[in-house]
């Protein structure tokens, strides 16, 4: 299971666990991310409040065809899209402050718009899942309109550079020892989090092994932040289907159509605004 994920997905290499570790230092300045501590206590939002804002967003981007429902078969507190079924799957349990819910749809509608503009291409498989190739841009992606949003906080971005962390040292550890060494920069539940994460489809997590797919956010946001500072107008490219880096050259090439809708933060803000939050 280990060498399979590792030739799927690819271990860290030293520059990108570095940098891991500088932000589980507490080393950020390069990054626009929201200081937990300067929160305040905001209402929580429930299964309502999440499918009325999507609903907005949805409206407000053209994407009428696509719905909320709620499931049972979603994590805690979790929202996962279906891009097949057109439709985003929340927890009927769900609780989030309004900063927390932004972020959720900010993240959520990078995949929609991906698969919606890739689906008009012409090309089914643009609008689909595909293989990990493309994963690294897919997250990457979201995770930086989260911060170009002004919606990402500290310690998301802590819990993504500790899942990078966790994969380079936790190979050769088990669930356990693991979790016992995450303690040392997170909370019992943080360090928990982080260790299942990785260690997720093992048979026995008591011996060593590692799942690598995790790696995605961290590797793919620093990508998409180091070449978007090269070039612009990469940002609109990516959104032509759910594409990699290699393919942005058909969409400049013609070979694949211009995205239809592009999400900028000025749409984010008027849909928000409008459902209240």
């Known amino acids: 299971f280990t060498d399979l994920s590792i030739k799927k997905f690819r271990l860290p290499n030293d520059i990108l666990y570095r940098n891991a570790c500088r932000v589980l230092r507490g080393r950020m300045a ?64 769900i609780r989030k402050t309004p900063l927390e819910l932004k972020k959720t749809v900010v993240h959520e509608l990078t995949h929609v718009l991906r698969s919606y503009n890739g689906e008009l291409s012409g090309f089914k498989a643009l609008g689909k899942p595909n293989l990990s190739w493309y994963l690294d841009v897919e997250e990457g992606l979201a995770m930086y309109n989260e911060e170009q949003m002004g919606y990402l906080k500290d310690s998301d971005l802590r819990e993504r550079a500790g899942t990078v962390f966790a994969i380079h040292i936790g190979k050769t550890l088990s669930f356990r020892e693991l979790y016992t060494v995450l303690l040392g920069n997170f909370s019992k539940q943080g360090a928990f989090k982080i260790a299942y994460l990785v260690k997720r489809g093992l048979g026995d997590t008591s011996l060593p092994g590692i799942y690598v797919k995790p790696v995605v956010y961290f590797r793919g946001f620093r990508k998409l932040r180091k070449k ?16 990699s880096f290699s393919q942005v050259s058909w969409v400049e090439e013609g070979l694949i159509k211009e995205a239809k809708i592009v999400p900028t933060k000025k749409i984010f803000d008027s849909a928000f605004k409008k459902a209240g939050v």
Do not use: H
């Open 30 to 93: 390069n990054y626009d991310v929201v200081d937990s501590s300067k929160l305040k206590k905001a209402d929580v939002l429930n299964f309502e409040d999440v499918k009325k804002v999507f609903a907005v967003v949805f409206e407000e981007l053209g994407l009428q065809d696509w719905q909320v429902e709620k499931s049972k078969n979603i994590s805690n507190n979790g929202v996962k899209t279906a891009i097949k079924m057109r439709c985003v799957y929340v927890d009927p349990k």
């Open 228 to 243: 978007l500072q090269d070039d612009v107008s990469l940002y609109s490219k990516l959104y032509a289907g759910k594409i």
